[in-house]
């Protein structure tokens, strides 16, 4: 089994920053996928940011060249650096992982969210 642990929301001004963290543990072999995902009230879940384990990261196009996504492989450890943060990024973000565990299983996971309030 594998568990999530998000954190790093909260409530922060137009323009200032936030890190939010998803820290996996179980049996991990290895993370496939790690993705992170929000919602606003009354809209559909969109993906935010989509980090391989290269160099290779996609984001939407409203967060490019305001949000970062990283990892680390070592902690089972996804992090989104938030900067430049808007009112319209105010949702719940969820964390997304695919790992490949020690039995050789492929599973997929969601984060509990962590809500994410931007005031202007």
């Known amino acids: 089994q594998v568990q999530l642990a998000e954190s790093g929301g909260g409530l922060v001004q137009a323009g200032g920053s936030l890190r939010l963290s998803c820290a996996a543990s179980?049996?991990?072999?290895?993370?496939?996928?790690a993705s992170w995902y929000r919602q606003a009230p009354g809209k559909q879940r969109e993906l935010v940011a989509a980090?391989?384990?290269?160099?290779?990261?996609n984001y939407a196009d409203s967060v490019k060249g305001r949000f970062t996504c990283a990892r680390d492989n070592a902690e089972n450890t996804v992090y989104l650096q938030m900067n430049s943060l808007k009112p319209e990024d105010t949702a719940f973000y969820y964390c997304?992982?695919?790992?490949?565990?020690?039995?050789?299983?492929?599973?997929?996971?969601w984060g509990r969210g962590t809500q994410v309030t931007v005031s202007s």
């Open positions: 179980g049996s991990i072999f290895s993370i496939n996928v």
């Open positions: 997304y992982l695919v790992v490949r565990t020690y039995a050789g299983t492929r599973e997929q996971y």
């Open positions: 980090c391989t384990s290269g160099s290779s990261t």
